[in-house]
């Protein structure tokens, strides 16, 4: 079909593709409206097929850390493809790729690439359940670690945006195998492993949670599930697939693990360290990486794993993310921040940013206003319906704001002084949307 605007294409979709997209998010089901279809990205803009150029914060949920289409990464892409785009064999770039996160992140002294971070997490859970020779996992409520059957109970992110609190085609048995915790609560986790703790092959937690809007863990709550885990001879397996490498040069273990003296038995890493090209990992304690074959007994494969191409995009993104890069969309993110919060007081909006990093997001409401959101549950309780009037008013400005409530926003070293200044002329009319929002009978 040739492409002639978003609602065209979207329509024809929809009878072709199951809800139109390939990923649910993407369906604006949140914030009602059609979706973009994009049709090519630069720096800190997207432009649709429509034609019209936007400012972007989506960034690719989180692969854009340099901004679209950097040049240097693109040569890069195109230099690897002129070799071939997969060989079904080793190549040096894989490996160059993970010396790269080994050198930042030492306590990943083993990594194996994937290509996507569900694959990274399911394989950190079979990991740690052969390592162990447990059955049960814990989880945090509104922490999102991709499409794991295990993982989909209270999931956050695309789940929570379509209010479904699980996932059909779970199957009780395998659900029975997760216990689910409100997060930041270490006496909830404690008593868990009180009642289960022989049982419990792992603990999994979002580094930072950005999957049910950001919710940043309260000062040493990671900390502690490291005692925990230690205490009780569980794993901690730390889901660094949206942090790794975009928060900061070492993620946000980089922020908080390493400076405090402790690391988790595993990692696992995604988005930034592909490029904007599908690679994964899962990485850590050396004796524990072992079992995956070939060297041990635990079945991991993937025909794209480590392509050549992707680990190309990912190396190039990775050596050029030095801490100028980090400066930059840290004040960026900064900057807008204070911005959205300026804009909504001015229209009388009781909200909170929250912030982890350079990531950030809006929780709108006079509790969240006064107390923050620090679970699931007070995420699920604040005024939610004020989100789409708010999102469309920017789109309607040129700002393509992520497309529901329950994501952060990410900027990128490409958002300059002439970007960021866009958003912060699109703010106040979007503030006024979200003043005049009612709430759903």
């Not at 997490?121 to 359940?129: D, E, G, I, K």
């Not at 993982?151 to 216990?179: H, K, Y």
């Not at 949206?242 to 995604?270: I, M, Q």
């Not at 923050?372 to 789409?388: H, I, K, M």
Request: overall charge negative.
């Amino acid at each position: 079909m040739s492409p002639t605007t978003s609602a065209e294409v979207f329509a024809h979709a929809q009878s072709v593709i199951p809800g139109g997209v390939n990923s649910p998010v993407r369906a604006f089901g949140a914030v009602g409206g059609t979706p973009l279809f994009v049709a090519s990205a630069s720096g800190a803009h997207v432009t649709d097929v429509d034609g019209r150029t936007y400012v972007d914060l989506v960034g690719s949920w989180g692969p854009a850390l340099l901004g679209h289409a950097r040049p240097e990464v693109v040569a890069a892409v195109q230099e690897a493809a002129s070799r071939g785009l997969g060989f079904g064999a080793p190549t040096t770039t894989e490996v160059e790729l993970v010396d790269e996160i080994r050198y930042r992140v030492p306590a990943a002294e083993s990594v194996r690439l994937v290509s996507t971070g569900t694959e990274a997490t399911m394989t950190a859970l079979r990991l740690a359940r052969a390592f162990t020779g447990r059955d049960l996992v814990v989880k945090f409520a509104g922490c999102y670690h991709g499409h794991v059957d295990a993982l989909l109970a209270q999931a956050g992110s695309g789940v929570a945006t379509l209010a479904l609190p699980d996932s059909a085609g779970v199957s009780t048995a395998t659900a029975a195998e997760t216990i689910v915790v409100p997060y930041n609560d270490v006496d909830a986790l404690e008593t868990v492993f009180v009642a289960h703790g022989d049982r419990i092959a792992a603990v999994v937690t979002e580094a930072a949670p950005a999957n049910m809007g950001v919710v940043p863990p309260l000062p040493g709550f990671n900390a502690a599930l490291r005692r925990i885990t230690l205490e009780h001879g569980a794993l901690l397996v730390q889901d660094e697939v949206l942090t790794g490498f975009r928060v900061g040069y070492s993620g946000w273990w980089g922020l908080e693990g390493l400076r405090e003296g402790w690391a988790p038995d595993l990692f696992t890493f995604g988005k930034v360290i592909g490029g904007g090209l599908p690679v994964a990992a899962v990485g850590g304690r050396r004796d524990v990486m072992a079992q995956l074959a070939p060297s041990g007994p635990v079945y991991q494969a993937g025909t794209l794993s480590g392509n050549p191409v992707a680990t190309a995009a990912g190396l190039a993104t990775l050596r050029l993310a030095d801490a100028g890069v980090y400066a930059t969309v840290d004040a960026a993110s900064a900057r807008l921040r204070g911005a959205v919060t300026t804009a909504l007081a001015a229209e009388g909006v009781p909200h909170a940013v929250q912030w982890a990093g350079n990531l950030f997001s809006i929780m709108f409401g006079a509790e969240a206003a006064t107390n923050g959101a620090q679970d699931y549950a007070t995420v699920l309780s604040t005024e939610s319906f004020r989100y789409a009037p708010f999102f469309h008013a920017l789109l309607e400005a040129g700002v393509y704001a992520p497309p529901s409530p329950y994501e952060a926003w990410f900027v990128s070293a490409a958002h300059d002084d002439e970007a960021l200044g866009a958003i912060e002329a699109a703010l106040p009319q979007a503030a006024r949307a979200a003043s005049q929002a009612v709430a759903p009978a």
